[in-house]
């Protein structure tokens, strides 16, 4: 398996009386602060209420690939949205696979 870093952006679109008092009634808890790569993902927003970032973890197979983690991250980050009553639009994704990063470990050198 493979494990991505997905962060998906868009916009707030639509908000009526209802989805604005239930996103501001959890601002708190969903701030930049808050912020998580996990399986379940993380939503924050900002107090205006104008854009939001999704964060998340996901693992696919080496075969399903970036385009498969794009497409769980978004279903996660809609699913986000949704809970509170909102709609989104102008969505995009950034992923990072993090089978590919490589560690630099800082080299000491020692004086003599």
């Given at each position: ?5 997905a ?10 009386e ?10 708190d ?11 379940a ?23 399903e ?6 497409e ?6 809609r699913?986000?949205v ?31």
């Open positions: 398996m493979q494990t991505y870093r962060t998906v952006r868009g916009r707030f679109d639509g908000l009526d209802g989805a604005r008092a239930a996103l501001l009634a959890a601002a808890e969903h701030d930049m602060y808050s912020a998580a790569y996990t399986e993902g993380t939503l924050t927003y900002d107090p205006t209420l104008s854009w939001f970032a999704f964060r998340c973890e996901v693992r696919v197979s080496p075969e690939g970036a385009a498969a983690a794009e769980r991250a978004g279903a996660l980050a699913r986000a949704a809970a509170f009553g909102a709609d989104h639009r102008d969505l995009r994704s950034e992923l990072v696979n993090m089978d590919e990063i490589k560690i630099r470990r800082k080299v000491r050198s020692r004086k003599g």
